[in-house]
T-cell receptor, first 114, second 115 residues
């Protein structure tokens, strides 16, 4: 069975700082996708970034980037120049290519302080 | 384009009543997912459909829960009879292998409270 672990229940940083959220996963599959979703207080689940396991290049989306280490089964999210609007729960998720089912981590509550 | 639409956004009901949650997926998406989020259990997949056909309902907690997808643009999740432990946020999500490479896009959720 696939599992996703987020070891940091809560994090807090000052506005404009850089923060990195950790995620590890366990699978015996070789082809899969990894995602980070953001859930602000509005509770809407918003896709932040995705990574295909077959791609060696780390995905980036503006201030958001990932450090994907396939051998270590690690998928961390880096937020640069953090903003107050980044305050949210962040969920790491995994799906096997073609299987469609998403497996979520427990989430990391991130607070950006002014 | 409109995202995934869910209704109602909030539902308060009494134990024993029937509850129906509704979802309209993103146009062109052929997979639809129902999730439940609680503090204790996090995000759980309840059931998902491909091309309107239920593929995996192993996450449906018990026979009180049922889901249907009569056409490509509409799905319902029904709880009958409802119980206080069903209180949670229920999300619908949709995806398309061709359009979004299996990336799931979520609706705003329905917060259900069963008294």
């Amino acid at each position: 069975a696939q599992t996703v672990t987020q070891s940091q229940p809560e994090m807090s940083v000052q506005e404009a700082e850089t923060v990195t959220l950790s995620c590890t996963y366990d699978t015996s599959e070789n082809n899969y996708y990894l995602f980070w979703y953001k859930q602000p207080p509005s509770r809407q689940m918003i896709l932040v970034i995705r990574q295909e396991a077959y791609k060696q290049q780390n995905a980036t989306e503006n201030r958001f980037s990932v450090n994907f280490q396939k051998a270590a089964k690690s998928f961390s999210l880096k937020i640069s120049d953090s903003q107050l609007g980044d305050t949210a729960m962040y969920f790491c998720a995994f799906s096997i290519q073609g299987a469609q089912k998403l497996v979520f981590g427990q989430g990391t509550r991130l607070t950006i302080n002014p | 384009d409109a995202g995934v639409i869910q209704s109602p956004r909030h539902e308060v009901t009494e134990m024993g009543q029937e509850v129906t949650l509704r979802c309209k997926p993103i146009s062109g998406h052929n997979s639809l997912f129902w999730y439940r989020q609680t503090m204790m259990r996090g995000l759980e997949l309840l059931i998902y459909f491909n091309n309107n056909v239920p593929i995996d309902d192993s996450g449906m907690p018990e026979d009180r829960f049922s889901a249907k997808m009569p056409n490509a643009s509409f799905s319902t999740l029904k709880i009958q009879p409802s119980e206080p432990r069903d209180s949670a946020v229920y999300f619908c999500a949709s995806s398309s292998r061709e359009i979004s490479t299996d990336t799931q896009y979520f609706g705003p959720g329905t917060r259900l409270t069963v008294l």
